[in-house]
């Protein structure tokens, strides 16, 4: 007699939505993709266009938002601001991502590649990550491409370190060294049987680092070494703001609000998704 599957197992979007802050946070992300992609739709007004008799008007009327130092609509450049800083994270999220689970597995699979290339996420694990950031768009250049390159290096030994240890129980299981004992391949043991079964925690990482990414690209365009300054981003229009804190604090009101809504957001739905695919807690659940 084969047993059946109780009905009443709990289904991964059940999990993922047992709490409504993860359903409420999910909707709230999507709105805001949703709504930056949409910018060009439905900005209000050009985001670059100059008025100076428009010079710091507060919030209503013809400026939703309020205009900025140069009487450019802060509604619309908050809304294309959010589209490069949105794909900052995503871009930073998906390089790291890609090549943690490569350095991880290499270091993970191998026995005489483990030691050095765990050094070596050890040692860059060591310094802050801003400083880090700084250092290397300091030395490739300020931009859109450069950021999302340096926050990747930054942020790749975060997944590779959890790569790497999952790898390292994975490669001793019975099904691993069936796998071994019927000829299969190195490359399609690490893709069918390693990479399968390690993915739930590298997704999981993942959003946290798109949260991360948003967060350290807002600092650098703060400091003013992130993207070019004639880019909008959250982080610029923060730092373009704040020397106007006094007479205008709305112009760093809303990117601030922007980008905590949009982390807290990820960090919530990382959460969710932690509790859904980990076993463990899916039971607690």
Known sequence: MVASV???EPKFLELLFSRRAILVALIVFVAIVALCALAP????????KMSVRARLTPPGGDFLLGADAFGRDVASRLLYA??????IGLGVAAVSSLAGIVIGM????FRRLDAPMSRLIDAMMAFPDILLAIALVAILGGSMV????ALSIVYTPRIARIVRASTLVIRELPYVEAARALGSSTWTIMTTHVL???LSPIIVQATFIFAYAMLAEAGLSFLGVGVDPSTPTWGTM???GRQYID???FLILFPGLAISVSVLALQLIGDGLRDALDPRLAKDL
């Open 247 to 249: 007479q205008a604090a």
């Open 6 to 8: 109780s009905s009443d």
């Open 41 to 48: 739709l439905i900005a209000p007004a050009d985001p670059d």
């Open 196 to 198: 399968r079964n390690i």
């Open 146 to 149: 450069n950021v999302i390159i």
């Open 82 to 87: 959010g589209r490069v800083s949105l794909t």
């Open 106 to 109: 290499t270091a993970g699979f």
């Open 238 to 240: 923060i730092n373009e």
